[in-house]
């Protein structure tokens, strides 16, 4: 147990709609990045928030958005979807100072 | 851009079978390296992790892992495998401080370890 939560744990929507997900970090971790991982393929960081803005993204479009809260929880959006959104999306939060990353058990989504 | 492989997918081997998982990272600067675990049906969690020091890390559950710079490698290894490491291993790298948080995974590579 991590301590990271994140919901929903699974979802369906249908290509063109629009998906929120949530973090909850651990207790003292104030950056929190978040990841995709496709079906048999290794996670893939979208973008990192620290201190309520984005201090880093990955190859992801601008659809791809997020939010950092001032109690470090965050949420990932994502706008017109399509059929290759589809996979596990994992938030992971960090203490400060440290590269160390915690994961949260992840997201399915789905696209239909 | 930064890359990570690692070459096997898949391995299967017999309990006390000694284990060696190949990494290799293409970033020629000073990097992080990590390895994590994620269990079936359970979150990634880290085994073990290189920041400077010793390249011999040792991390928790009997694994451990060399870093060799002069072959960009991070290769994870355990003596005596039990039924117990049966999972995903994904080698991962981060390229020192600025880029914060930000890791590069390798594909992964499952392992099955038959009783």
């Known amino acids: 147990e991590t301590g990271v939560t994140q919901s929903p744990t699974h979802l369906i929507k249908t290509r063109g709609q629009q998906v929120t997900l949530r973090c909850s970090s651990q207790s003292g971790h104030n950056t929190v990045s978040w990841y995709q991982q496709a079906l048999g393929q290794g996670p893939q960081f979208i973008f990192q928030?620290?201190?309520?803005?984005?201090?880093g993204r990955g190859n992801f479009p601008p659809r791809f958005s997020g939010l950092q809260f001032p109690n470090y929880s965050s949420e990932l959006n994502v706008n017109a979807l399509e059929l290759d959104d589809s996979a596990l999306y994992l938030c992971?939060?960090?203490?400060?100072?440290?590269?160390?990353?915690?994961f949260g058990e992840g997201s399915r989504l789905t696209v239909l | 851009a930064q890359s990570v492989s690692q070459h096997n997918h898949h391995v299967i081997l017999s309990e006390a079978a000694s284990l060696e998982l190949g990494c290799n990272y293409s970033y020629g600067g000073t990097v992080n390296l990590f390895w994590y675990v994620q269990y079936p049906g359970q979150h990634l969690q880290l085994l073990l992790k290189y920041f400077s020091g010793d390249p011999l890390v040792k991390g928790i559950k009997g694994f451990e892992a060399e870093f060799i710079k002069s072959k960009f490698s991070f290769n994870l290894r355990k003596p005596s495998v039990q039924w117990s490491d049966t999972a995903e291993y994904f080698c991962a790298v981060n390229e020192g401080a600025r880029a914060g948080n930000m890791l590069t995974f390798g594909g992964g590579t499952r392992l099955m370890v038959k009783p």
């Open positions: 928030y620290y201190r309520e803005e984005e201090n």
């Open positions: 992971a939060s960090s203490p400060p100072g440290s590269g160390e990353l915690f």
